[in-house]
């Protein structure tokens, strides 16, 4: 049974037209379902016993079940456990602008990043619409705290589930959904071309955030196998296209690695591959883990590499580290889980 929280506005529409119901109601299932977050359709008292019952026959309400919660400063991590018994992750960030959710797009990854946690682990499925929508709601639900901001970036690659990570988008920003402004939502790919071409035409405003880590191609490509199928060329073509079209800033997210992508020449390789665009890059220290090789780059480091961009008029930020004292890698706590 298909469930009630993977279906748009308009997919309800349908399907009330089909069972001779007015098109109307599918707003008000919405409002029910997403503002007022009734636990049954029962509660929804201006709809008819007859289409409540309905409702109750032909979808399911079933919500996902939160398996563990780890907390740290300004920073919750959850542990769902999904109908298949799978494990995914998402992660509660408090800042200043208010409550912004990260959430798992896939079980899994088949990028094979080489310092990912969530690509050491191959994919095993693509979530379901719902399944992500679901993510946003129980987390509301636990914490009575309402999220304003989504990101797209926990385990797996959104754009290697593209119509449904586009479903949820439309859900999710609704204004009898979850009301989430498009440009409080984030979609982040390590490169996936074709589809950047693909969301240049997204009706929506929401960003785009694209996880770059390497100055150059050899490098990259000894990070990130995405790079042997799409080189830099490419990506950075499908990029400046999609900056032309859409008129929207770029991210670019680049983890630092001790030794590895964090000297000056690589600072000031990405300088000349960035200057001029309509972007700013995210510098992220890195979340080690046990099961990868990689160290985060030392302070000092960072605060260099940060400077030789912002000196050449490169727009940086160094991110915000949130859970060093909980299992903050992406894919790390599903890990811990499964492999016990």
């Known amino acids: 049974m298909e469930s009630i929280y993977g279906k748009t506005v308009q997919d309800l529409e349908a399907?009330?037209?089909?069972?001779?119901?007015?098109?109307?109601?599918?707003?008000?299932?919405?409002?029910?379902?997403?503002?007022?977050?009734?636990?049954?359709?029962?509660?929804?008292?201006?709809?008819?016993?007859?289409?409540?019952?309905?409702?109750?026959?032909?979808?399911?309400?079933?919500?996902?079940?939160?398996?563990?919660?780890?907390?740290?400063?300004?920073?919750?991590?959850?542990?769902?456990?999904?109908?298949?018994?799978?494990?995914?992750?998402?992660?509660?960030m408090q800042h200043d602008y208010g409550m912004s959710l990260c959430i798992s797009s896939q079980v899994g990854c088949n990028m094979g990043c080489t310092f990912c946690e969530s690509g050491r682990r191959k994919k095993v499925r693509n979530l379901d619409v719902d399944e992500m929508v679901e993510q946003v709601l129980e987390i509301e639900k636990r914490t009575k705290k309402r999220i304003s901001h989504v990101v797209i970036m926990g385990i797996g690659e959104p754009f290697d589930n593209y119509e449904n990570i586009t479903r949820f988008i439309e859900i999710i920003n609704h204004e009898k959904g979850l009301a989430i402004g498009a440009r409080h939502i984030t979609v982040s790919t390590c490169g996936l071309v074709p589809k950047i071409y693909d969301f240049i035409q997204f009706?929506?405003?929401?960003?785009?955030?694209?996880?770059?880590?390497?100055?150059?191609?050899?490098?990259?490509?000894?990070?990130?196998?995405?790079?042997?199928?799409?080189?830099?060329?490419?990506?950075?073509?499908?990029?400046?296209?999609?900056?032309?079209?859409?008129?929207?800033?770029?991210?670019?997210?680049?983890?630092?690695?001790n030794g590895v992508n964090d000297q000056e020449k690589h600072a000031l390789e990405l300088v000349n591959l960035l200057k001029g665009m309509n972007a700013y890059v995210n510098l992220i220290p890195y979340n080690e883990t046990t099961h990868l090789q990689y160290q985060r780059s030392k302070p000092l480091t960072i605060a260099k590499f940060y400077d030789i961009l912002k000196k050449n008029g490169i727009c940086v930020t160094i991110r915000r580290e949130f859970g060093k004292t909980i299992s903050a890698a992406c894919g790390q706590l599903r890990s811990e889980k499964e492999e016990i």
């Open 203 to 257: 009706p929506y405003q929401v960003n785009l955030a694209v996880s770059l880590h390497a100055p150059n191609d050899t490098l990259r490509k000894q990070l990130m196998p995405i790079a042997q199928v799409y080189p830099l060329k490419e990506l950075m073509h499908s990029i400046q296209k999609y900056i032309e079209k859409t008129n929207r800033r770029v991210t670019f997210e680049y983890i630092l690695l």
């Open 15 to 92: 399907y009330l037209s089909n069972i001779h119901f007015r098109k109307f109601y599918a707003q008000e299932i919405f409002t029910w379902l997403y503002q007022k977050k009734i636990s049954s359709i029962d509660d929804a008292s201006n709809l008819s016993k007859e289409l409540r019952a309905r409702l109750k026959e032909d979808f399911s309400f079933s919500h996902l079940e939160i398996l563990e919660e780890q907390k740290g400063k300004d920073v919750s991590k959850y542990l769902f456990r999904l109908k298949d018994k799978e494990h995914i992750e998402a992660v509660l």
